[in-house]
């Protein structure tokens, strides 16, 4: 019984959650992405102020950009080899301000010239004031 009891209120979580997620969406539909920031299979050389591997998705470089104030942009580097491993790289520049020839081409991996300041408005702003600037 208590199975079906734990099923009934996942089920109502699930649908309150999925309201809520919709009525943001509605409230909000100017607000950026992450993907607006991404040019694809692109990437940026010499600014790399941190580095790790076993990233899941952009967004972990995203988390990881929003923890330190010097972050400007971030390589997401989805795939080289045959190992998997999905690796960030956090630059201390965004594409306007690196060198010219620091951006370059590199099938795998992704640029998001997006930074700390960024990254907040798109992720910790409250939806009232969710358009860039």
Do not use: H, W
Request: glycine share 2%.
């Amino acid at each position: 019984m208590a199975n079906k009891t734990q099923m009934k209120y996942l089920e109502i979580s699930a649908s309150l959650l999925f309201l809520f997620l919709v009525s943001c969406a509605q409230e909000c539909s100017q607000r950026l992405s992450l993907n607006d920031y991404r040019r694809e299979n692109r990437i940026l050389k010499s600014y790399q102020i941190n580095y790790f591997e076993d990233a899941l998705s952009p967004y972990t470089c995203a988390d990881a950009c929003l923890r330190d104030p010097r972050c400007r942009s971030f390589n997401f580097i989805r795939n080289q080899d045959s190992s998997d491993i999905k690796k960030c790289v956090i630059n201390d520049v965004n594409k306007d301000e690196a060198s010219s020839g620091a951006f370059k081409e590199d099938f795998g991996t992704d640029f998001y010239n997006v930074g700390y300041e960024a990254l907040q408005k798109i992720f910790l702003t409250p939806s009232s004031s969710c358009t860039q600037d």
